[in-house]
């Protein structure tokens, strides 16, 4: 793995039982996801959020949690069961330049993760690909790790790969957005 991947083992100090207060999944994306939709966790790490999305879908809906670590998809795994909602959530290992992911999906997340892949503009075409005409992207980029200027950066990559600014939603810690084709 690249030196800009985030290991597993540090995935531990923000993915911890205090994150529900700040970045809660259901107050953060629930006017987003909806009972039965089709969600892509993409750099899912230890699944925090694939969990959260698990049960905003509901018993009709998927997650496909997708990551380039392994070990962080098993991880993941055991947590949804312990969560009751393994049943749910697809797990894909995808590679750093290759996502993958076949499926049309409604809504994508991208927590925290777009300042670690190698090429953006590889990324964003791959996300525009599989997401449905109607579905919408949130990127959240940790305030600490990512300038505003790279940032800024990353939203004309988005751009150049087909991808529209929609909203900009306030999300503790972070530089986000939510896209749209
Ligand atoms: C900082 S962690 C964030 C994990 C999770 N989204 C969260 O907020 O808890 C970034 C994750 O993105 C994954 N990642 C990095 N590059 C990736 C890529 N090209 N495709 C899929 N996952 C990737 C890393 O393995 C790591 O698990």
Redesign the pocket.
């Known amino acids: 793995m690249g030196s800009h991947?985030?290991p597993w083992w540090l995935?531990y100090t923000?993915?911890n039982r205090f994150r529900n207060f700040f970045h809660n999944p259901e107050k953060m994306l629930g006017s987003y996801v909806t009972e039965g939709m089709t969600v892509l966790d993409?750099?899912?790490?230890?699944g925090?959020?694939s969990i959260g999305l698990a049960k905003l879908v509901g018993e009709k809906g998927c997650v496909i949690a997708?990551?380039?670590?392994s070990k962080?998809l098993s991880i993941l795994y055991k947590r949804a069961k312990k969560a009751g909602v393994s049943n749910k959530i697809r797990i894909h290992k995808?590679e750093?330049d290759k996502?993958g992911v076949e499926t049309a999906v409604d809504f994508i997340l991208a927590?925290?993760?777009v300042h670690?892949?190698p090429d953006t503009n590889i990324?964003f075409r791959q996300l525009r690909s599989c997401l449905k005409p109607n579905g919408r992207i949130l990127i959240a980029e940790p305030k600490f790790h990512v300038s505003l200027k790279h940032f800024q950066e990353i939203l004309v990559s988005a751009k150049e790969s087909g991808l529209n600014l929609c909203e900009t939603p306030s999300i503790r810690f972070s530089r986000s957005v939510v896209l749209k084709i």
């Open positions: 991947i985030c995935a923000f993915d993409i750099g899912c790490g230890l925090f959020f997708s990551d380039v670590q962080m995808s750093p996502l927590f925290w993760m670690e892949v990324l």
